[in-house]
């Protein structure tokens, strides 16, 4: 074993299975995918650290933990068909794909796009579509979506994200009114009256979800 498959291995045993990670798919799942991929060349010592890292356009690659706490709330199936909203450096988007027969993800910034949809392809994804686009649109063109997954915090949750989650399905969204006041919403929809409920997943601190029904700036405000 070398030392990175080391590393995440650790990872998952240490910072996921000893805490409330008991998802067995989600668990094998984090440790397939090469978190060190995703990162900085700079951050790759960083990379199976119990933290976000820091990526390019001021945004951020999520602590191991949140991304395995959303996945495993988002019960993914495997003929599931995934939306992430904030695709980054394309870590989550991988993560889903094992778990997910297909997974869009949007990203608002065109280096990061291209970025993450380059590195993807070179890691054989052949089941992620990385899309350019305002994610509080969501992506209509392959709704409705089984589970949606947002890595950026907004003030509420956007509307077109709820017309696209098909009934039965699952969101996991960071909603707040500030960047130090965010929760870990997830939201259901039910299977027979489509009429949606909310639990608490605890505090968070992600970037700002910006676009039509998010934040107006990328500073939050």
Known sequence: MDPMEQARHHMVAEQLASRDIQDARVLDAMRRVPRHAFVPAEREHEAYLDRPVPIAEGQTISQPYIVALTAQA???????????????SGYAAAVLAELAREVVTVERHPLLAAEAAAR?????????????GDGTRGYPERAPYDAIAVTASGPRVPKALLHQLAPG????????????QQELVLVTRGSEDGVFSEQNLGAVRFVPLVGEDGWARADGR
């Open 169 to 180: 399905g699952r969101m996991v969204i960071p909603v707040g009114p500030d960047e130090h």
């Open 120 to 132: 993807l392809a070179s890691l054989r994804y052949g089941n992620i579509w990385v899309v350019t």
């Open 74 to 88: 988002l019960q993914i199936g495997p003929d599931a068909r995934v939306l992430e909203i904030g695709a980054g």
